[in-house]
């Protein structure tokens, strides 16, 4: 099964994660019709667009890896930085000369752009003839068949409540060893520089119980390891009266039961100890020393925590309505040495030249690098997004130059860290969970250690899905080589 990735506007050593564009696999079943899907963007859209495949499965298309034997395209889009958009806009119109061939093909946007800019899409964009939001997913077959019809649907209604709990997703491109478990869906905070809020909305956890089963069923299919998404996942919280966070807050005394993120991570690392347990993405205000706790408790909850800084000055954090400062960020970190030890993996997202942001609160940025010393992270320069607090408050003052330098210097301090932290490997006995060849030659195989590090090795007679035990021989900033030990 192809598996077709590419970067946006991500900048990361190690092999891109966070903002990646994923193709739909073959998954046919002999039905008539075919689904081809795009995701755009962060896991959590690929994640959706598992989901979406599985409603669209339920009312008879199967997906496809061809786009020109599709009956029905969509586009699962990303918001997050306006580069992310214009590549969305790029790709539609290099589906007009297959659509004026076909003109009975669906062409759809999903996702967070979709939310953003509802009618005006279909102004802007001729080709498209479906526009669907994160949480009207179900109302996708009603949508295509109108669309089939002649008429042009939108529906971009945000949910307090929706969480596709019920359903079970289609996996796409699967390596049949990993898979993302969706367990939250939009963000409450309003971090000033992001679209999130806006075009995911209110925050709400998913049952655990349906979690639980999913993690189950992926088991009992084989994988070995799950990837527990969420935007803020330590605000997991969830009641069998209330799903909705803020709602939840408001009548804490009045319900059942409350599961939080440390309990919900201790139900799936029980699955069974062969299976596992990653999560992804970690809130610096929200992190708590329960959830570092229940990591340690288990070994097969991977010890790799991503932890986004996005600034290392406490007034850049304060206008970025981060809520935390430097020195609570910092605390949260060494809790984590303390709890999970040095070789626990931290990763970190970093916006060069935000709003405001002087030279010296760039080197702060750049201290604060130094003393946490990530293994990778995910950097961008800002990107003003129309609607965003700080697009209302704040003036984009910083010129693109000077935001690339700045970009510039962060990456080069990141990969001297990387490769550092990397070196700090060498020589150690770890375990490392195969996930196939190495997509450089067919005589390595590629695995990953709990710290989230890829671990290239000789290809022995292993299989996907084995746990194998290595000596870290050698290392680049972005990988790891190392040989079997019998
Ligand atoms: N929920 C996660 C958190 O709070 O860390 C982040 C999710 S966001 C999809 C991924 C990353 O994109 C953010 O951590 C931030 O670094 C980056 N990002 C978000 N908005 C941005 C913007 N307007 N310009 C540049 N980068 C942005
Ligand atoms: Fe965006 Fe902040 Fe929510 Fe992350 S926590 S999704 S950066 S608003």
Known sequence: MENIIKDIDIIAPVEAQACDFKTTGDENTGKSKKLYIESYGCQMNFSDSEIVASIMKENGYDTTSDFEEADVIFLNTCSIREKAELTVRKRLSQFNSLKKSKPEMTIGVLGCMAERLKEKLLEEEKIVDVVVGPDAYRDLPNLISSAEDGHKGVNTFLSREETYADISPVRLNSNGVSAFISIMRGCDNMCSFCVVPFTRGRERSRDPYSIVEEAKDLFVKGYKEVTLLGQNVDSYKWSPEENNKARLN????????????????????????????????????????????????????????????????????????????????????????????????????????????????????????????????????????????????????????????????????QNAISLKRNNLDVGKIQEILIEGTSKRSEEQLKGRNSANKVVIIPNHQFDKGDYVKVKITDCSAATLFGEVVS
């Open 250 to 413: 408001k009548k804490e005394e009045e319900v059942s039961a409350v599961i939080n993120f440390a309990h919900l991570l201790e139900m799936v690392a029980k699955v069974s100890p062969q299976l596992r347990v990653r999560f992804s993405t970690s809130h610096p205000k929200d992190i708590t020393d329960e959830v570092l706790f229940t990591m340690k408790k288990y070994d097969n909850i991977c010890k790799y925590i991503h932890l986004p800084v996005q600034s290392g000055n406490s007034r850049v954090l304060e206008m970025m309505n981060r809520t935390y400062d430097r020195e609570w960020y910092l605390e949260r970190v060494s809790k984590i040495r303390e709890i999970l030890g040095l070789e626990c993996g931290i990763s970190s997202d970093m916006i060069a030249g935000f709003c405001t942001e002087t030279e010296e609160e760039h080197q702060d940025t750049l201290t604060l690098m130094d003393i946490v010393q990530y293994d990778f992270s995910y950097m961008f320069f800002y990107s003003e997004r129309p609607g965003t607090l700080a697009a209302k408050k704040y003036k984009d003052d910083i010129p693109l130059i000077i935001k690339k330098r700045r970009l510039a210097e962060i990456i080069e301090k």
